[in-house]
Structure formats: C-alpha cells, structure tokens
C-alpha cells in the first residue's frame, strides 16, 4: 500500500514538498515516483527515481522539481519549487515492481492528493 501526504494549496513561485510511504513486508521496489492528472487531462509523468538513484523527470518539471528517495524506508518524496498554476492536479504515487515476500507485484498506485496553486 502507497500513502501519499503533503498536497495542499500553494501560491504561485511557491513550493511544495510531496512524501509516499509504502507500507507492508517488503524486500525491494524498483522504481517509485509521482504522476499527477488535472480535471479533463490524461495523467502525466512527473518523475521516477530508481533503486540505484537513476531519476527521470516531466519536461514541464524539469529544473523545478526535484525526487528523492529513501530505500531503507521505502519513501519517496517530491520537492516541488517555483510552483506554477498549471501545476494544480491529484498527484499519485507510483512503485514498480514491488517484491514482498509471496509476491511481486508489477506495479502499485497510492490514492491521490491534491496540489493547487493558485495565480
């Protein structure tokens, strides 16, 4: 199970930090990150990170984001600077393969929590 926390609202040129905890008996999760979905638009990446640190980030966050990861803990965290209106969406947490000890899964998702910024 993914628990996101941190959304809330934010001014614009504001910042935000997003954290996800995954909880369970879990031996090992290859990549986690955020994906977020404003009203009427497809879900979008906004960025992974893998076991080994490798990060990938969504061209409109580029340079204003920033993902981090705890292995030990199965954390994943998103700072999020410089914040823009077209920012605002649910963002999801995500992990890829997820090995428990009866099972791996492919792919997990967290509820959403909202980010708003407002202009």
């Known amino acids: 199970q993914l628990q996101a926390s941190g959304g809330g609202l934010v001014q614009a040129g504001g910042s935000l930090r997003l954290s996800c905890a995954a909880s369970g008996t879990i031996f090992s999760i290859e990549v986690m990150g955020w994906y977020r979905q404003a009203p009427g638009k497809q879900r979008e990446l906004v960025a992974t990170?893998?076991?080994?640190?490798?990060?990938r980030y969504g061209d409109s966050v580029k340079g204003r984001f920033t993902i981090s990861r705890d292995n030990a803990r199965n954390w994943v965290h998103l700072q999020m600077d410089s914040m823009r209106p077209e920012d605002t969406a649910s963002y999801y947490c995500?992990?890829?393969?997820?090995?428990?000890?009866?099972?791996?899964?492919?792919?997990?998702w967290g509820q959403g929590t909202l980010v708003t910024v407002s202009s």
């Open positions: 995500n992990a890829k393969e997820v090995a428990t000890a009866n099972f791996k899964y492919l792919e997990v």
């Open positions: 990170i893998t076991s080994g640190g490798d990060t």
